[in-house]
């Protein structure tokens, strides 16, 4: 799960981590007492307005604009929220601005990258740091992976003093801003383990020209699977910045990831469903989505997966590829049949099942009076759903 940065500068607010803080708004009526707030409580003169979107790039989308006096920053406001944010991140049809933060300016001497995440061919986490703070950091690991320095955390024993203490070296970090890093670091720690993050994520993380370390921009990401465990993390959580066919999908407990080609995928078994993508790009064509519906999928389970991938208008043929282990093929057979006849399905389906009651099943298939294109393996599979959906 993505939060917005006011939410994120919330959390590590919570762990004592500086930031630059502000107000947010969801309306224009708004602006005028958020401005006079920034401006009380934290002495702001100047201002940045910032949009809330889940998507990098928003300064270079014209979603981060710095205001020199409280005209301009009203001015800004009423220019951000609303407006449709395009961003490398966002793709071409962008993102609708519902939220503003407006936060103090700050005058900054010095940026940086801090991160951390999981390293899975390591087994660990993984604590980042760059002297190439504000810009893409994906570029930077591409084009010079040395200025990244990395530190492996052992499990059980968090992140130690002379970890921190060597990220901090490698930032070139002296005095007071360096002694403020080391806490802030194992702090930042902390938040990530407690909260079961997948990131936490400062960039720029800046020193101000009056000495101070300040996390001016904040990504968070939660483990979805740990979110019970947080239901105060859960309540952040943002709709209007999600996919509408993935939320409607986690209703039915629905794995789905939309994509961008043109043929819809139902598959039981994450690993069954990225092999299934492969295969269907190997031959041609283009996966609209990842959906796994799981080991115990019955007719609803198959009903409610046609219907998700049919949102997408894109989608020009449908391969189901079924492994009966846990549940029968008969049984998916079946929600297959009933799928179609109540759906009146206007694109070609292709279904391919193998394991318990196979045989069964494509007896049923065969004598259902429904048009459903039969497959014999993967690859027939794969070829035939190709050729349906160019045709």
Not at 266 to 277: E, F, H, I, K, P
């Amino acid at each position: 799960m993505k939060i917005h940065e006011y939410q994120a500068k919330e959390l590590l607010k919570r762990y004592g981590i500086p930031i630059q803080d502000g107000v947010t708004i969801v309306d224009p009526a708004q602006a005028d007492a958020a401005v006079d707030q920034v401006n009380k409580e934290l002495g702001a003169g100047q201002y940045v307005i910032k949009a809330q979107v889940h998507a990098g790039g928003r300064g270079k989308g014209g979603g981060v604009k710095f205001s020199t006096d409280r005209a301009s920053a009203l001015e800004n406001i009423r220019n951000i929220l609303g407006m449709t944010l395009v961003t490398h991140q966002t793709g071409a049809e962008g993102r609708l601005v519902k939220k503003v933060m407006v936060a103090q300016a700050l005058d900054i001497k010095q940026e940086f990258y801090a991160a951390i995440t999981l390293d899975r061919t390591k087994g660990m986490d993984v604590f980042m740091v760059s002297s190439e703070g504000g810009v893409e950091i994906e570029e930077v690991a591409r084009t010079s992976p040395e200025k990244i320095v990395k530190e492996a955390v052992l499990p059980g024993f968090g992140l130690r003093s002379f970890q921190a203490r060597n990220l901090v070296l490698a930032l070139g970090l002296e005095g007071e801003a360096a002694r403020q890093a080391v806490g802030m670091f194992q702090k930042l720690y902390t938040l990530y383990r407690e909260l079961d993050c997948s990131i936490v994520e400062i960039n720029p993380l800046v020193v101000t020209e009056q000495g101070d370390l300040i996390a001016l921009d904040a990504k968070i990401n939660f483990d979805d699977n740990a979110l019970y465990l947080h239901p105060d993390v859960a309540e952040m959580r943002d709709l209007d910045e999600e996919d509408p066919a993935e939320v409607e999908a986690g209703k039915y407990n629905l794995n789905y990831i939309k994509l961008d080609g043109t043929v819809g995928c139902m598959v039981n078994g994450a690993g069954l469903a990225m092999s299934t993508m492969d295969i269907i790009k190997q031959r041609g064509g283009s996966p609209a989505n990842f959906l796994d519906v799981g080991g115990g999928a019955n007719v609803e389970t198959v009903k409610n997966g046609f219907r998700i991938i049919l949102s997408d208008e894109n989608v020009k043929a449908v391969l189901i590829n079924i492994f009966g282990g846990i549940v029968r093929c008969d049984r998916i057979a079946n929600g297959i049949i009933e799928a179609v006849k109540e759906l009146d399905l206007n694109v070609p389906v292709v279904v391919r099942l193998a394991g318990t009651n196979a045989d069964i099943a494509k007896e049923l298939l065969a004598n259902s009076g429904v048009s459903i294109i039969s497959a014999d393996s993967f690859e027939d599979a794969a070829n035939k759903v190709v050729e349906a959906a160019g045709s």
